[in-house]
T-cell receptor
Framework: DAKTTQPPSMDCAEGRAANLPCNHS???????VYWYRQIHSQGPQYIIH???NNETNEMASLIITEDRKSSTLILPHATLRDTAVYYC??????????FGKGTKLSVIP | SAVISQKPSRDICQRGTSLTIQCQVD?????MFWYRQQPGQSLTLIAT?????????ESGFVIDKFPISRPNLTFSTLTVSNMSPEDSSIYLC??????????????FGEGSWLTVV
């Protein structure tokens, strides 16, 4: 699986959009980009995934660059409940997920 | 997404004992997985629980230490054997989602917090 690089931490004001970057410069053509988050003491929660096209669901949007070397997870209106560690994972199959250290997002009132 | 229930949610165990964690899913799933998350660390895949055959273990994990059962398509157990304080972790069950509805993704249970004293 391709290695991903994420900033260790980020802050975001409540109500504003949270934009979480992820670099995956060695991603191969058939590897998906997955995003999960883990709120303290809970199991990871699936957010979104994509291959080439931008994706949107009720939780977030995923913007993947045309060369697929990086992506951004967007939480459009961050709330305090979005405070969590966010993991960006590049993987061929979903069950081959290798979790890195992720980005600790703190939503500030 | 599948509803995944794990038992126990939390336990304190004595050194040298063994504990079995149960994972129940509300629908039949092909792929079930067990992860470990040590304090302050990220998740590490222990093994894939295969229905009707032995589990497939990742490097660094062995069957004698982490025996796994998968008697049917909705249930699996992970046993942590001969526990030591280093086994204090969150143990997480995960399952593959319905590919037709959710595409290529997996879902996690809430985890089982084990503290070994």
């Amino acid at each position: 699986d391709a290695k991903t690089t994420q900033p260790p931490s980020m802050d975001c004001a409540e109500g504003r959009a949270a934009n979480l970057p992820c670099n995956h410069s060695t991603i191969s053509g058939n590897e998906y980009v997955y995003w999960y988050r883990q709120i303290h003491s809970q199991g990871p929660q699936y957010i979104i995934h994509g291959l080439k096209n931008n994706e949107t669901n009720e939780m977030a949007s995923l913007i993947i660059t045309e060369d697929r070397k990086s992506s951004t997870l967007i939480l459009p209106h961050a709330t305090l409940r979005d405070t969590a560690v966010y993991y960006c994972i590049a993987a061929f199959w979903s069950y081959q997920l290798t979790f890195g250290k992720g980005t600790k997002l703190s939503v500030i009132p | 997404s599948a509803v995944i229930s794990q038992k126990p949610s939390r336990d304190i165990c004595q050194r040298g004992t063994s504990l079995t964690i149960q994972c129940q899913v509300d629908s039949q799933v092909t792929m079930m997985f067990w992860y470990r998350q040590q304090p302050g660390q990220s998740l590490t895949l222990i093994a894939t629980a295969n229905q009707g055959s032995e589990a497939t273990y990742e490097s660094g994990f062995v069957i004698d230490k982490f025996p796994i059962s998968r008697p049917n398509l909705t249930f699996s157990t992970l046993t942590v054997s001969n526990m030591s304080p280093e086994d204090s972790s969150i143990y997480l069950c995960s399952v593959e989602g319905d590919r037709l509805r959710s595409g290529n993704t997996i879902y996690f249970g809430e985890g089982s917090w084990l503290t070994v004293v």
